[in-house]
């Protein structure tokens, strides 16, 4: 199989070159799911042991230690795009593939756009431009039971120990338009946000700005972002008492700002307390 069907961009200047063309908020968001109860004595051992290994963990460990990793160590991980919920994310249309490789079988050519390896060596990390959105809250965080990081965004990416480069804002249409799958090779900045950066209209609430580069094994998708990225955390506000007290607890001794989202009294809203932002 040629190359160009089989690999993805390895040149990381190309990413870095993207620029957003629009002015990115002041704080970005991700929001994450509710973490269960943990005794202290096994939050103790994960946070005075960084560098254990995940595959390590016991499953109700896991999710505190992604929590350590991002809050505490201010370490993002740049996923799979592969493995997102949304089966149109970086995959081409069936006819962009048919005009890159005219002479291919239709087999073959069912085949690579089947596997769609064109996001292989590629990491993502999402954010979102809204922490009081009440269907992200919903889908992304335990059905509000889970928190919300706050990132300032001069900090992470106007630096000059930034390793991603631009976060970017998502495009939203309705229709779905044929590539030229050959526009990586040329830079052609057009292509690029097309592939990465254009989601069907359905996911617009999500409100999402993106950063990214390739990675070439698992190791360089654990990014350490530059001190100070995390400004923050808002508890869900259905989160659960006992979880509202270790964040408190653990912004306290981190240094790291802690708000607790509760629900309007008069509208359909998240209200977020001490947050003027």
Not at 157 to 176: A, K, L, M
Request: hydrophobic share 30%; aromatic share 14%; proline share 5%.
């Amino acid at each position: 199989m040629s190359k160009s069907a089989n690999n993805y961009i390895d040149d990381n200047s190309i990413w870095l070159r993207l620029k957003n063309g629009k002015e990115v908020p002041r704080y970005l968001y991700k929001y994450k799911a509710s973490l269960p109860n943990l005794s202290q004595e096994k939050l103790i051992t994960l946070l005075n042991k960084p560098d254990i290994r995940y595959t390590e963990l016991e499953e109700n460990e896991k999710l505190w230690f992604e929590f350590i990793q991002l809050v505490c160590e201010e370490k993002i991980y740049l996923s799979d795009p592969r493995q997102f919920n949304d089966p149109f994310e970086f995959r081409p249309t069936k006819e962009s593939f048919r005009k890159a490789f005219p002479k291919l079988p239709d087999e073959i050519l069912n085949g690579i756009y089947k596997h769609n390896n064109y996001a292989r060596n590629m990491g993502v990390f999402c954010f979102t431009s809204k922490n009081d959105n009440i269907p992200m809250w919903s889908h992304y965080a335990s059905c509000h039971k889970g928190y919300c990081v706050i990132f300032n965004v001069k900090q992470m990416f106007e630096n000059d120990n930034n390793p991603v480069g631009s976060t970017i804002q998502v495009d939203y249409q309705h229709t779905r338009d044929d590539l030229d799958l050959h526009g990586w090779k040329t830079n052609d900045e057009e292509y690029l946000r097309k592939f990465i950066l254009t989601k069907a209209k359905h996911w617009e609430y999500e409100n999402e700005y993106r950063c990214f580069k390739p990675c070439k094994n698992e190791k360089e998708r654990i990014i350490a972002l530059p001190k100070c990225s995390v400004k923050g955390i808002i508890c869900g506000c259905k989160m659960d008492k006992f979880l509202r007290e270790k964040f408190k607890k653990l912004g306290d001794e981190k240094q790291i700002a802690v708000y607790f989202a509760e629900i309007s009294s008069d509208k359909y809203a998240i209200d977020i307390p001490g947050w003027n932002e």
